[in-house]
């Protein structure tokens, strides 16, 4: 499929990873009281502020209490069975699900609640064409993470956590940094970062 027009805005689908199986902190990371809501469920809500022209949302770990506890409307779901062998495999999973019309795919982490629409939108402004974008905050580079369609493929092949990582790694000079202030968002492996993300929602 050919580009779209200089003049015509890309098809951008924005997917959140939300298939894990919470081994460090012990419960659904999922399903975490976050701000009146869950904690997936937050994660969500910012995507469809986004206004994707399409958001796909990977579980697998609990797959039937997500279903059954955060509010997935407007998003298309995809299950991830094999969850356990990281994050690449839910990207590879949710790719079978992508618009044909995707130009853009933007990454957003499940338990990453501290990522606002405005982030993903200064994302997307700064990354010029690239064929990655990463943003970078003050403290290093984090997500949210987009990926032009020429990079699909390449997705598909990623094994582990890391492996987006390491693609950034391999494409070094394929990548565009998008400054972003303040430090990295923090996500949610651990009781303790649980109560940290809380803290930051308490008010001052």
């Known amino acids: ?3 779209p027009p200089a003049d015509q ?3 951008v689908t924005g997917l959140v990873l939300g298939a894990g199986g919470s081994q460090r902190l012990g419960r659904p990371k999922q399903l975490l ?3 009146g809501g869950t904690l997936l469920g937050h994660v969500v809500d910012v995507a469809l502020q986004c206004r994707f022209d399409q958001t796909i949302v990977a579980i697998g770990g609990f797959a039937d209490e997500v279903r059954e ?3 997935l409307a407007g998003a298309e ?3 991830n069975e094999a969850y356990g062998a990281g994050c690449s495999s839910s990207i590879a ?3 079978a ?3 044909p019309r995707c130009e853009v795919l933007v990454l957003m982490l499940g338990d990453q609640p501290g990522v606002s629409a405005d982030t993903v939108a200064r994302l997307l402004a700064g990354r010029g064409g690239a064929a990655l974008a990463v943003c970078r905050y003050e403290d290093g580079r984090g997500h949210p993470i987009a990926f032009d369609r020429s990079v699909l493929a390449a997705l598909a092949e990623l094994h582990g956590d890391k492996g987006v990582w390491r693609l950034l790694d391999q494409r070094a000079d394929e990548v565009a940094e998008v400054p972003i202030a303040g430090p990295i968002p923090l996500d949610v492996d651990t009781p303790e970062d649980y109560r ?3 803290d930051e929602l308490a008010p001052r």
């Open 93 to 95: 999973a949710a790719l």
């Open 196 to 198: 940290a993300v809380l």
């Open 69 to 71: 506890r955060v509010d």
């Open 9 to 11: 805005e890309p098809f």
């Open 1 to 3: 499929m050919p580009p």
């Open 33 to 35: 009281d976050y701000g």
């Open 97 to 99: 699900a992508l618009d």
């Open 77 to 79: 779901v995809v299950v």
